[in-house]
């Protein structure tokens, strides 16, 4: 029996976001402590096996509420369903014929749900790389993030930037830059200006989570787009000043400015919180964070933090500082 599988790994929004959803730029990289994980195999049937997140049986109804609020509505059964159905329509468009086999697919993951680390993409990406090896179908790389993107923008209607997808297909550290004038179309689908930057000139990076609050990405932003659409001023000139600090932020990573990247990260936060409504304990974990002396800011919608530390030391004041408002602190991976 052939068995494939695939792994895609969270992420961390350095500069930028949330830019990227409104023509921006961003610089995010890719966090490897935490992962979604796919294996499909052959099978008689198209079988998808729930996953422990995928909760259809509770102990009360004050435990299904807890649920709901902790983690939404839906698990990760409609992601898997809507990315087999993309691919099978990407195929579709470009006449390749699939296989008549069959599989059963199943996922896990250790991402930490609601806290804007980008785990909902990581499933759609490990899917769709164990499709594309089951059925013999490359995909152009610079291809794959638009139609990952579809996948829950068109297909599932969920509100997403593009940075996820991006930094979970190429891995390691990328600078992405989406101005409307940029576009390209790749196999029928839009893609942008990606370029990597160098890892090894990043500094210590840390990523801190709560360990018991979360929030949807959808919640998080909220009218932030609708105000962007209206016009409204600061929204549109936050969403240029977050774009042009990723752009800055790219020539510091390339000199080796990690001091500069390290202002520009804690800038980054004061933009967006100009224009967001934050509840009290998000803003709580960064201004923690940096009472230590380090930057901080979202790694994405808010519920994690991500930022820069200067020695051993710092670290272990930062965790046990973290610590003590109900975070879970740790390096961040990324080789």
């Not at 079988?47 to 807890?66: K, M, N, T, Y």
């Not at 240029?240 to 400015?257: C, I, Q």
Request: proline residues 4%; charged residues 25%; hydrophobic residues 40%.
């Amino acid at each position: 029996m052939r068995i494939i599988r695939k792994r895609a790994y969270a992420r961390a929004g350095l500069l930028g976001n949330p830019s990227d959803g409104y023509g921006g730029r961003t610089i995010s990289v890719i966090v490897r402590n935490f992962w979604a994980e796919v294996v499909l195999y052959e099978w008689d049937t198209v079988e998808i096996v729930l996953a422990e997140d995928d909760r259809a049986r509770f102990r009360s109804v004050q435990d299904l509420s807890r649920d709901v609020s902790l983690h939404g509505y839906y698990g990760g059964i409609r992601l898997i369903k809507a990315t087999i159905k993309r691919f099978v329509d990407y195929c579709k468009a470009r006449g390749i014929s699939l296989s008549d086999q069959n599989f059963s697919v199943r996922y896990a993951s250790n991402i930490p749900r609601q806290t804007g680390l980008a785990g909902s993409s990581a499933i759609i990406i490990a899917l769709l790389r164990c499709l594309m090896e089951f059925y013999g179908v490359p995909i152009p790389i610079e291809a794959q993030p638009g139609l990952a993107l579809s996948v829950e923008r068109d297909e599932l209607g969920i509100a997403a930037g593009c940075q996820d997808r991006v930094i979970q297909v190429y891995e390691g550290l990328m600078f992405m830059d989406f101005d409307p004038s940029l576009e390209r179309i790749v196999e029928g689908i839009p893609s942008f200006h990606f370029e990597r930057l160098p890892i090894e000139n990043l500094p210590p990076l840390y990523l801190a989570y709560h360990q018991s609050l979360g929030e949807p990405t959808e919640v998080f932003h909220g009218d932030i787009r609708k105000r962007f659409q209206s016009g409204e001023e600061a929204v549109t000139t936050a969403m240029r000043h977050l774009a042009r600090l990723a752009l800055e932020g790219r020539d510091a990573l390339l000199a080796g400015d990690v001091k500069q990247l390290g202002r520009m990260m804690n800038e980054n936060f004061d933009i967006r919180r100009s224009i967001y409504q934050l509840p009290a304990w998000q803003v709580e974990m960064v201004e923690a964070a940096r009472s230590c002396g380090v930057n901080s800011k979202f790694s994405g919608s808010g519920g994690a933090i991500v930022g820069s530390y200067a020695n051993e030391a710092k670290f272990l004041e930062l965790r046990e500082k973290l610590n003590g408002i109900g975070l879970h602190t740790v390096k961040l991976q990324i080789v």
